[in-house]
C-alpha cells in the first residue's frame, strides 16, 4: 500500500524561512508591506520545500481565481472543425499561460446554454471573460454585462441599446474585402460573386459591405449567402453557377468557403484560375495552402487576435482587474488585413 505523500504547509515554509505565517501568506499572495529580506527568504523556503498553494484557499484571501472564461457561441461541432477557432483559442492559451492564468472553456450549443454560462460568469468563478463569435441577436453580451464580469469580445458585437460600447478586438473586415475584390476587377473580371458568411454576424456583414464597396449595389443577384462553412460554400458556388453560369470571379468570405467553392468548380469543369479566379478570407494556412490551386486569400492574423484580447482583458497587471479592463484601453482594436497572392487568383 503506497502512503500519500503531505504536501508542504504554510507552516512549514514559516519555520524554514524563520518568519511568521502571516509573513508567508502575503508574499505567496502577493500583498505588500513585507522587506525585501523576508521576501527573498519565504521565496527561498517556497522553492526548497516544493510549495504549492491551495488554490481555494488563496482565493477566499485574494479574491482572484487566476482564472478566465472563454466563451464562445457556437457549438461543439462548429469550434472543433474550423481552424480558425484553434488559432485563437491558440493565441488566447498562451497568453493566459504566459500570465500564470487558466483557460475555462464554455461553449454554447443553443439558446438554452446561456442562462447557464451567464450563471457561471456571476458565480464568482473566474476573474473575466473573452468572448467571440457572437451572432446579431445574440443574448449572451446582455447577460454577460448583468453578470457583472469584467469582459473583452473577440469581433465587433452589436452594442445597439445606446450604452458604452464594451472592449473588442477584431480585424478591419471591410476593408481586407474591398482589397480582395478590387484585386478581381484589377485582373479584368468583370462577374464578380460573393459567397457570404453568416449574416447574422458581424465579420460576415463587413464583409458582404466591402465586396459593395467595389461593384456597387446592382450586384445583389451575384450574392449568394452561406454560413462560414465547406458544405456551405459548395451550396453557395452551384446556386452561383446555375443562376449566372457567366460568373468569372469569386470573393468567399473564408477560406473554408472557398475550399467548397473550389470543388464545386473543378466538378464542374471549371478551370481555376482561368475560367474562375477565386479569393477566400483568413488565411488558415492548412486549407489555403493546400487548396487545388493554392488559394489567394485576405490574411487576418487570428492567432494575435486572441492575445491581445487577453492583454486587454489582464490590463498589463497579469490578471483581470475587478473594475473592469484597464480604462486606458480603447474601445475597440481593429488589426490590418493583407491580401496573399497564390495561384487562385
Not at 62 to 73: E, L, M, Q, S
Not at 77 to 92: E, K, N
Not at 132 to 147: G, K, M, N, T, Y
Not at 189 to 211: C, E, F, K, N
Request: cysteine-free; proline content about 6%.
Amino acid at each position: 500500500m503506497t502512503e500519500a505523500v503531505s504536501r508542504p504547509t504554510l507552516e512549514a515554509v514559516a519555520a524554514r524561512a524563520g518568519v511568521s505565517r502571516a509573513t508567508v501568506s502575503r508574499v505567496v499572495n502577493g500583498g505588500d508591506g513585507v522587506r525585501e529580506p523576508l521576501v527573498e527568504r519565504v521565496r527561498r523556503a517556497v522553492e526548497e520545500l516544493g510549495y504549492v498553494p491551495n488554490q481555494a484557499a488563496r482565493s477566499l484571501v485574494t479574491k482572484r481565481h487566476d482564472a478566465v472564461a472563454v466563451v464562445i457561441a457556437e457549438p461543439e461541432a462548429r469550434v472543433f472543425t474550423d481552424p480558425f477557432f484553434a488559432l485563437q483559442l491558440r493565441g488566447i492559451s498562451k497568453e493566459l499561460t504566459a500570465h500564470d492564468n487558466q483557460l475555462v472553456l464554455m461553449l454554447t450549443e443553443g439558446r438554452a446554454d446561456h442562462a447557464r454560462v451567464a450563471r457561471y460568469l456571476a458565480g464568482g468563478h473566474v476573474d473575466g471573460a473573452l468572448v467571440f463569435s457572437l451572432h446579431l441577436d445574440d443574448p449572451l453580451p446582455a447577460l454577460i454585462r448583468s453578470a457583472g464580469v469584467p469582459t473583452v469580445f473577440g469581433g465587433r458585437p452589436d452594442w445597439s441599446d445606446g450604452t458604452p460600447g464594451p472592449l473588442y478586438v477584431d480585424s478591419d473586415n471591410r476593408g481586407g474585402a474591398r482589397e480582395a475584390v478590387r484585386h478581381l476587377v484589377a485582373l479584368g473580371r468583370t462577374r464578380i460573386a460573393h459567397i457570404t458568411g453568416a449574416l447574422d454576424q458581424t465579420s460576415a456583414v463587413d464583409r458582404l459591405d466591402g465586396y459593395r464597396d467595389v461593384v456597387g449595389g446592382g450586384a445583389a443577384e451575384l450574392v449568394a449567402e452561406s454560413d462560414f462553412t465547406s458544405a456551405g460554400g459548395e451550396r453557395a458556388m452551384r446556386e452561383l453557377l446555375a443562376r449566372h453560369p457567366d460568373v468569372d470571379a469569386v470573393f468567399a468570405a473564408n477560406d473554408l468557403s472557398a475550399l467548397g467553392a473550389l470543388r464545386v468548380l473543378r466538378e464542374q469543369g471549371r478551370r481555376v484560375p482561368e475560367d474562375v479566379a477565386v479569393i477566400g478570407f483568413d488565411d488558415v494556412l492548412p486549407v489555403a495552402e493546400e487548396a487545388r490551386p493554392p488559394l489567394t486569400t485576405v490574411r487576418q492574423d487570428i492567432e494575435e487576435m486572441g492575445r491581445l484580447m487577453v492583454r486587454l482583458l489582464l490590463g498589463g497587471t497579469g490578471r483581470a482587474r475587478a473594475d473592469g479592463p484597464a480604462a486606458e484601453s480603447p474601445a475597440g482594436v481593429i488589426l490590418p488585413t493583407t491580401l496573399i497572392r497564390r495561384a487562385s487568383a
